[in-house]
C-alpha cells in the first residue's frame, strides 16, 4: 500500500458524466489499497472564461484580482469530485490550496510553490479520506492567494506527490500519453513508453504541452516516478517519466515540438562596451519577464545588435521597458517580429553524437524552410523559423529521424516496475 496522487486536466471534469468516470478512476486506485490524492483542474474552459470575463470588466485587470477570480474554478471542480466520491460510497474531502497549505512566493500569476504543509494531508488520509485537492493555486505566507500559471495543475500535482513521498504521480488525459509530436500534425506518430525527466523538461519548455514545465522539473528534482496517461483507457500505461539513469537510449531524437507563443526582439546599434547586455536582460529580469533564445551580433561599424525572444504575452510590458532602457544604453532601433515559430529536437541520445545539427538544418533546408535563429543546449536544438513552417519543418524532422513508424521501441529492456 502506497501513496498515488492523480491529476486530472479540465477536459476530464468538463460535465458531471465526466466527473463520475473520474470519481471510479479515483476509486479504482483506492481499491488497489493505495491511499490517493487527486489533483483537479477547473471544469472544461471555465479558466479561459474567466479570463474573459475579467477583460469585458477591464482590459488590465489587477493581477491580485485575477488570481482571486481564476482560483474559483478549482474550487467548483473539487467540492463536485468530492460529491461524487461520496456518492458511490466512499469517504472524500475537497481541500483548497490555502486549506492544504500549498506555499507559494507572492507572485500573481505566475507564484511558485515553496513549501506543501502535509500534515493535514495526513491526517485526512489516515482517516481513509480520499482527498480532492485544488490544483492551479496556493496562498502566500501572509494568507493571500496566488495561481501558479496557465496549465499549473500539474505542477501542483507533482509537488504534492514530492511533499507525500508519494510512489507515483499519475497525470491523466485526454490523449494516451506523450508522443514525439502532436499526433494532430503527424497523425502516425510514435507513443513514447519511457522518456526521461531531462527529455520531458525540454519537450515541455519547448512547446509540447502535455506537461506543464515546472511539473517536470519539480518531478526531476525530488524523483517523483511520473506517468502520462488516458481518463479514458484506464488500463493503458501510457508514458512513463523517470531519470535517465535507468534508460538505455539508443535514438538520438526523443521529441519534435513547436513553439509559436513567442515574439522576437531586436535591439540594434548598441554601444560595444560592458555591462550592456546586463542592463538590458537586468531590467527585464527585475520585471519578471523571462527570456528564451538569445543571439549578440557585432556589426563593422562597432556596435551590437542583440535578439532575443520572449512570451507574446509579456510584449507590452518589455516595450516600456526597453524604451527605458534604450534611452540609458543609448540604443538605436527595437523591431519586433511576430511571425515566428521555435521549432525543436529533443534528445538526451544527441549527446556526443556529431552531426544531428547539420542533419536538422539539412532537413529544413530541403524543405525550402529558412532559419531565422538556432539556439542549442545539451540534449536540444531549437531553430526560429516562420509560423507558417512550423508544421512542415515538424512533419520534416520526424521523418528525418525515424519517430513516424512504429517500428522501434524508444528504450530497449523491459520497462521499470513503478
Ligand atoms: N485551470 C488552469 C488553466 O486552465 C490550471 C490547469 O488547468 O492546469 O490553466
Ligand atoms: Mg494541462
Known amino acids: ?34 491511499d490517493v490524492v487527486v489533483v483537479v483542474s477547473a471544469m472544461g474552459h471555465t479558466t479561459d472564461y474567466l479570463i474573459k470575463l475579467a477583460k469585458e470588466v477591464t482590459s488590465n485587470p489587477n493581477s491580485r484580482e485575477m488570481d482571486m477570480l481564476l482560483s474559483t474554478g478549482e474550487q467548483v471542480s473539487i467540492a463536485l469530485l468530492a460529491m461524487a466520491i461520496q456518492s458511490h460510497g466512499y469517504k472524500a474531502i475537497s481541500m483548497n490550496g490555502q486549506q492544504v497549505g500549498i506555499i507559494t ?37 501572509e494568507g493571500e492567494i496566488t495561481t501558479l500559471g496557465r496549465g499549473g495543475s500539474d505542477t501542483s500535482a507533482v509537488a504534492i506527490a514530492a511533499a507525500l513521498n508519494a510512489d507515483r504521480c499519475d497525470i491523466y488525459t485526454d490523449v494516451e500519453g506523450v ?25 515541455a519548455r519547448v512547446g509540447a504541452n502535455v506537461l506543464h514545465p515546472r511539473s517536470v522539473e519539480t518531478a526531476k528534482q525530488f524523483q517523483v516516478p511520473l506517468r502520462v496517461r488516458s481518463s479514458f483507457k484506464l488500463d493503458n500505461l501510457g508514458t512513463l517519466i523517470i ?55 557585432l556589426a563593422n561599424n562597432g556596435t551590437n545588435s542583440i535578439a532575443f525572444t520572449i512570451d507574446e504575452d509579456d510584449l507590452d510590458n518589455a516595450l516600456k521597458i526597453l524604451e527605458d532602457v534604450k534611452k540609458e544604453v543609448k540604443a538605436g532601433d527595437i523591431l519586433i517580429d511576430k511571425d515566428i515559430a521555435k521549432v525543436s529536437i529533443v534528445g538526451a541520445g544527441m549527446v556526443d553524437r556529431p552531426g544531428i545539427a547539420a542533419d536538422m538544418f539539412r532537413s529544413l533546408a530541403e524543405n525550402n524552410i529558412n532559419i531565422k535563429m538556432i539556439s542549442t543546449s545539451e540534449i536540444k536544438i531549437s531553430c526560429l523559423v516562420e509560423k507558417d513552417n512550423a508544421a512542415p519543418a515538424i512533419k520534416a524532422l520526424c521523418k528525418e529521424f525515424g519517430l513516424e513508424s512504429s517500428e522501434m521501441a524508444v528504450v530497449k529492456g523491459d520497462l521499470p516496475n513503478v
Open 179 to 203: 508522443y514525439a509530436t502532436d499526433p494532430r500534425i503527424v497523425p502516425n506518430i510514435q507513443k513514447t513508453d519511457i522518456i526521461s525527466y531531462e527529455e520531458m523538461l525540454e519537450l
Open 243 to 297: 531519470g535517465v539513469e535507468n534508460m538505455e537510449i539508443y535514438k538520438p531524437v526523443a521529441g519534435v515540438a513547436a513553439d509559436s507563443s513567442q515574439v522576437r526582439i531586436l535591439l540594434a546599434n548598441l554601444p560595444d562596451i560592458p555591462g550592456t547586455a546586463a542592463d538590458v536582460f537586468g531590467a527585464l529580469a527585475k520585471n519578471n519577464i523571462s527570456v528564451d533564445m538569445i543571439i549578440q551580433s
Open 1 to 34: 500500500m502506497g501513496i498515488i496522487v492523480q491529476k486530472f486536466g479540465g477536459t476530464s471534469v468538463a460535465d458531471p458524466q465526466k466527473i463520475h468516470n473520474v470519481a471510479k478512476a479515483v476509486i479504482r486506485e483506492k481499491e488497489n489499497g493505495n
Open 105 to 141: 512566493e507572492c507572485i500573481h500569476s505566475k507564484a511558485r510553490i515553496v513549501d506543501i504543509k502535509t500534515e493535514k494531508l495526513q491526517k485526512n488520509l489516515k482517516e481513509g479520506n480520499i482527498i480532492v485537492v485544488a490544483g492551479f493555486q496556493g496562498v502566500t505566507p
